[in-house]
Nanobody
Framework: QVQLVESGGGLVQAGGSLRLSCAPS????????MGWFRQASGKEREFVSA????????FYAESVEGRFTISRGNAKNTVYLQMNSLKPEDTAVYLC????????????????WGQGTQVTVSS
């Protein structure tokens, strides 16, 4: 049963921008920390960014710091990832995840996941 649904992926040229969205399906996550992760073909899933339940705290992987911005909607139930200055190495399936407590970069600490949205950056 899918509980998080990502959207906004697509094909973009290097230097371009995309905005990903993650919305709940069947339940609410407004009291949960949310994270974005990505998985490139043949590689392990890696942390991208996370945000606290109230949106007051966020942090990023070094590889996206200064280019990506995570945020939550006014109802705190939807999370966004604004991606600017995209690079070919950002190509991956991007997945959002939710957990109680503080957000972190550990894949295994997030019990709820979406199915992902493909982001492809051409050179």
């Amino acid at each position: 049963q899918v509980q998080l649904v990502e959207s906004g992926g697509g094909l973009v040229q290097a230097g371009g921008s995309l905005r990903l969205s993650c919305a709940p399906s069947g339940r609410t996550f407004n009291n949960y920390a949310m994270g974005w992760f990505r998985q490139a073909s043949g590689k392990e899933r890696e942390f991208v960014s996370a945000i606290s339940w109230n949106g007051d705290n966020s942090f990023y992987a070094e590889s996206v710091e200064g280019r990506f911005t995570i945020s939550r909607g006014n109802a705190k139930n939807t999370v966004y990832l604004q991606m600017n200055s995209l690079k070919p190495e950002d190509t991956a399936v991007y997945l959002c995840a939710a957990k109680l407590g503080s957000g972190n970069s550990e894949v295994g600490s997030y019990p709820y996941w979406g199915q992902g949205t493909q982001v492809t950056v051409s050179s």
